[in-house]
DNA sequence: CTGAAAGCGCTAACAA
DNA sequence: TTGTTAGCGCTTTCAG
């Protein structure tokens, strides 16, 4: 086995108590029996078993994350906010993918509270009332990472989803689209909800009806956004403009356009959201909506901190702005 | 605090030890006191401490995963295939990303060790003498996934680089390129070193010598292959043909080109390596090497496993095959 | 098939 | 400033 703080209690001569407080800073300990204990421990290759140290403590220094989809660029990069930001403060991360599925996610909660997370960060469905129900009796302090959960909007940390949308909508009907066509997102997140609703607010606000058969709800993948275009172009729908749920949809929509001869900006123009890195190097160069990802990992991590620190603080939601990115894919 | 085992020994009159048993499946306990306690058990809510079970069994039935960057799309997929793989046996991952620098590699084991994971997938730098022997004496089990370390062979699980990379060569100079501009990643993976190896390996058997000009270290993102494509057209480089280390580096080297109004696979042939799922859609559609990324983040997990399950087995180095798929950026 | 006792390695609480 | 004692919640070992 490892070496333990018996052994170097045993070495130094101290008790295992103080050997403990020693490696921990403890400043109730004298600096030169600090120094004797922690060089004897480095010489020796101590190593902390956490776990056990966890076991007495009931901390574990972990948080939990429940990504949607950790392959998905988005989430990657929120992730990786999510994980720099914890170590930095000295926690780590478990992590466990949804799929987007509801019952992966309650599986998911449970499995890292009995792993005793100190909290967690969630990329939710939006509206399943069991999970619903298990968040309101938590026990521990939870985070929704740039979503929402209907009924629990106080934890979330959000991004101006409908704000984001309507201005993007806004734009495009105030330069004269008659028809434009929207490639949503999947209807269980609330991104999907909130951005469409802030397509049908930026309507309502420009006096505008929108067509129903304008809209078409996709996975978010790149491979929806090609073949829903793809679809669309065949049966003959009629459109100047293409706005997407997503980045990914709109790289899958852009090579639909270019292989049936359409031109961007000119023919149709396209306007994505997330403003992935890779958005620059589309062919236009995409326009987007900025969302600040590694800020939103790093962010959650601190808001969850300050709850794991106080369990009465009070929960509000957090928002973000976001930020349109003109490009190449719109006129302007 | 939670509901424990005693408290549902208390209410079924068994004892701590009957209830721990009859939760895990033991076979020795009876039928009907397994049922009673199980369906007590949820109806109290109960969730097993994994933290104080692993203090006693010496297993956390968690593994460490040390990754280079899980926002680079490649090890997003070799992510989602580990923890997918691991989740299906029972296994939670830890995650801590290295951003390619050996001394976080480092830091990473040793607390992922201090947290008593079961075993290690390291994604790691090629050769550092402080990694190098600290992996030598470990004393838990660990897999290189998609890489190797000097000296370490055994434990990894390759995909062909220098195979995959000699064979795009050979391509490119069979099909009479005289001069051929490569992007290379970073020297201190061994997937550069591999890729490099390839190359040469390609000039070498078809008799030709390559011109050091020619060849540019980038670190690998979508950016360099734009920047670098740019200050080559700039200083005149001249070239038929371009490999990239991989996808994201031709991604910025196809915006580059198009922009310089050069043609592609007309004026210029361009190779990628990695096919990633959005190579498809780029423009044009990129030909690449490919690399079974999912595939490659379960086969870690099995072996691992394997591992864990007898810390005697030994190790042997076990290699994937690429593949190269021809789209539009390339002739054939 | 079930129970009692011991202990995993550490930290907390209380003493000195 | 240091030591002693107890115990976190579970699983293992040994006993019946």
Redesign the interface.
Known sequence: M?VKLADIARVTGFSINTVSRALRGDSRISGQTSRLICSKAEEMGY??????G??RSSR?N?IGVVSA?????FF??V??GI??AA?KMNY??????TEEQAENEYDAV??L????VDGLIIIPVFDDPKNLSMYESL?IPYIFAGRRVKGLEAHSILHGDEEGSSEVFSYLLETGHERIFYLAGPDRISNSVDRLEGMKRAFREKGRAFDADLVVETRGH??DG?SEMNRALNKGLEFTAVACFNDLIA??V??SL?ENGLCVPEDIEVFGYDNL??AQ???PRLSSVDVPKARLGQAAVEELMLHIEDGNRPYNTLEMKPRLVFRETTKR
């Open positions: 490892n190593i902390r078993n956490e776990v056990a966890s076991m574990t972990t989809d950790s392959s998905n660029p990657a990069e992730l990786l994980e720099d170590r780590s991360i478990l992590l466990i993918n449970k499995l509270i009995g792993r005793q026990g790149i491979d090609y790289m899958g852009l090579k270019y890195n890779m190097y589309m062919q």
